[in-house]
């Protein structure tokens, strides 16, 4: 079975550091995504991607957060400058046309 | 924004009792999706729907597309322990951009041997 690969699987980090967050989608999906999970809260979602552009953001998605498809095979989240909100788990995901996601395992991402 | 109010928000049951959980919306989606999740992982999809009226089962699960595309329901038949987990329902509405999922809050099964 295809899966969505992320890493790493827990970052930790200072406030106002910048990181990076790595997904590795199916190699046939065409549409990518991240989401963002607080501790006990629901999946949101933050930004899709499609033909190397931004589709779709949310207003959590602001110019803190970039994405980028450096290449072929990965998808990235950037935070530019994390603030201790920031802590959630992240997840990747990606979709072929009219079919339901398929998500990576996340990452955690703690902001200290 | 569109919301999705799930429920039940836990359940406690017994090992082979039936459970059943359902998500409704002020607004219409055409396609329903049912994830679970366990601790620590990303949701993992159980079941896709996509046409108003349909019923699915995947083994011992059953979520059917509510008529009027505003809900959804997912029965689990005989539940076993494994089945605990958090089950989010989710909405989605295609359009040229492909669309993002809607989360419900999630309904955490517990399931007692």
């Known amino acids: 079975e295809p899966e969505v690969t992320q890493t790493p699987s827990h970052q930790v980090t200072q406030m106002g550091q910048e990181v990076i967050l790595r997904c590795v989608p199916i190699?046939?999906?065409?549409?990518f995504y991240w989401y963002r999970q607080i501790l006990g809260q629901k999946v949101e979602f933050l930004v899709s991607?499609?033909?190397?552009?931004?589709?779709?953001k949310s207003e959590i998605f602001d110019d803190q957060f970039s994405v980028e498809r450096p290449d072929g095979s990965n998808f990235t989240l950037k935070i530019r400058s994390t603030k201790l909100e920031d802590s959630a788990m992240y997840f990747c995901a990606s979709s072929r046309v009219n079919h339901g996601y398929t998500f990576g395992s996340g990452t955690r991402l703690t902001v200290v | 924004g569109q919301q999705l109010n799930q429920s039940p928000q836990s359940m406690f049951i017994q090992e082979g009792e039936d459970v059943s959980m359902n998500c409704t919306s002020s607004?219409?989606?055409?396609?329903w999706l049912w994830y679970k999740q366990d601790p620590g992982e990303g949701p993992v999809l159980l079941i896709a729907?996509?046409?108003?009226?349909e019923l699915t089962s995947n083994g011992r699960l059953t979520a059917q597309f509510g008529i009027t595309r505003k809900d959804s329901f997912l029965n689990i038949s005989a539940s076993i322990p494994s089945d605990v987990g958090i089950y989010f329902c989710a909405g989605l509405n295609y359009g040229g951009s492909q669309g993002n999922l809607i989360f419900g809050k999630g309904t955490k099964l517990s399931v007692k041997p």
């Open positions: 729907l996509y046409k108003a009226g």
């Open positions: 190699s046939n999906h065409l549409y």
């Open positions: 607004s219409i989606f055409n396609t």
């Open positions: 991607f499609y033909n190397n552009e931004i589709s779709e």
